[in-house]
C-alpha cells in the first residue's frame, strides 16, 4: 500500500474533480441544484404527508435556516412548482405541497438523469460500474457509521 498521506491526497484530488465536473448543464431546466434538490426531498417525504410539509420540518430534515428554505420556496412559488396553504389545524404555519407542474419537472429531471446514467455504465462497462456501486455503498456505510459516533453539536 502507498504511503497513507499520498492515498489521502490522490482522494481528495480525485473527489475535487469529481465535485467540479458539471456532467448536467447547470442551471437545468431553469432550476438551480438546491432548488432540483428541494423538488427530489418534497417529493419523497409527501409520500408520508400529503397534506403538506412546514418550513420548519423542511428546515430542520435538510439542516438549512428556516429564511433560506422560504427563498427557496418563493422562487418555486413564482415558477409554479409548489404550492403553500395555510395549516389547517394552526393558521400560523403554512404546508407546502408539489403542483402537478413539479411532478411533471421530476419526471423529465429523472429521464434526463437515467439517460446520463446509462451513458455512464455503458463507458465503464459492467465490471467497473459493479466495482463503482460497491464502493459508492462502503463509502456510504463508513460515513453512517462515523456519523452515528460523532459528538452532538449544540
Given at each position: 500500500m502507498k504511503h497513507k498521506?499520498?492515498?489521502?491526497?490522490?482522494?481528495?484530488?480525485?473527489?475535487?474533480?469529481?465535485?467540479?465536473?458539471?456532467?448536467?448543464?447547470?442551471?437545468?431546466?431553469?432550476?438551480?441544484?438546491?432548488?432540483?434538490?428541494?423538488?427530489?426531498?418534497?417529493?419523497?417525504?409527501?409520500?408520508?404527508?400529503?397534506?403538506?410539509?412546514?418550513?420548519?420540518?423542511?428546515?430542520?430534515?435538510?439542516?438549512?435556516?428556516?429564511?433560506?428554505?422560504?427563498?427557496?420556496?418563493?422562487?418555486?412559488?413564482?415558477?409554479?412548482?409548489?404550492?403553500?396553504?395555510?395549516?389547517?389545524?394552526d393558521r400560523r404555519h403554512v404546508r407546502v405541497t408539489l403542483t402537478e407542474k413539479a411532478h411533471g419537472t421530476l419526471k423529465t429531471l429523472q429521464g434526463m438523469l437515467a439517460e446520463q446514467t446509462s451513458g455512464l455504465v455503458e463507458y465503464l462497462g459492467e465490471n467497473d460500474t459493479k466495482e463503482l456501486i460497491r464502493l459508492l455503498n462502503k463509502i456510504s456505510d463508513y460515513y453512517a457509521i462515523i456519523g452515528s459516533h460523532a459528538p452532538e453539536t449544540k
Amino acid at each position: 500500500m502507498k504511503h497513507k498521506a499520498e492515498l489521502v491526497a490522490q482522494l481528495l484530488e480525485a473527489d475535487r474533480r469529481h465535485r467540479q465536473t458539471k456532467p448536467i448543464p447547470q442551471p437545468l431546466l431553469g432550476l438551480r441544484p438546491n432548488e432540483i434538490g428541494l423538488l427530489y426531498f418534497l417529493s419523497h417525504h409527501l409520500k408520508s404527508a400529503p397534506g403538506g410539509l412546514t418550513v420548519s420540518y423542511i428546515s430542520s430534515k435538510l439542516s438549512v435556516t428556516r429564511s433560506a428554505i422560504t427563498q427557496l420556496i418563493n422562487r418555486l412559488e413564482r415558477l409554479g412548482l409548489i404550492n403553500r396553504q395555510a395549516d389547517s389545524a394552526d393558521r400560523r404555519h403554512v404546508r407546502v405541497t408539489l403542483t402537478e407542474k413539479a411532478h411533471g419537472t421530476l419526471k423529465t429531471l429523472q429521464g434526463m438523469l437515467a439517460e446520463q446514467t446509462s451513458g455512464l455504465v455503458e463507458y465503464l462497462g459492467e465490471n467497473d460500474t459493479k466495482e463503482l456501486i460497491r464502493l459508492l455503498n462502503k463509502i456510504s456505510d463508513y460515513y453512517a457509521i462515523i456519523g452515528s459516533h460523532a459528538p452532538e453539536t449544540k
